[in-house]
């Protein structure tokens, strides 16, 4: 989930991802311990049947990265998942990091018009 912010104003639409961000993470740390879900809590649980794992885009950032904790300098790169979208303020945030954006690649993208 992208969310596109113009100015410094507040963003109260967030809120709801955060909550659902704040309940995947207590699941993942229960996990984590070996504290599984139980029978109990997983008979209120909807029912998905003929399944098979998928994938599907996410929005996300490219380009050439520099300060990167992991990656370097003047390397290309693909963030994680972009949250927020802040061009007009000069950064992005997404899943794994906040990013400070310098100039955009003017250039078309292959297959966009």
Do not use: K
């Not at 996410?58 to 992991?70: D, F, I, K, T």
């Amino acid at each position: 989930m992208t969310f596109l912010i113009h100015d410094r104003r507040p963003v109260p639409e967030i809120g709801p991802e955060i909550d659902r961000l704040r309940n995947l993470a207590d699941d993942l740390e229960r996990i984590c311990r070996g504290d599984h879900p139980s029978h109990s809590m997983l008979a209120g649980a909807p029912i998905l049947e003929n399944w098979t794992m998928a994938q599907r885009p996410e929005s996300c950032l490219a380009g050439c990265v520099s300060g990167h904790p992991n990656i370097g300098n003047d390397r290309c790169a693909i963030t994680s998942p972009l949250w927020a979208f802040a061009p007009t303020l000069g950064y992005a945030r997404t899943l794994s990091r906040f990013y400070v954006l310098g100039e955009p690649n003017l250039i078309p993208q292959a297959g966009r018009h």
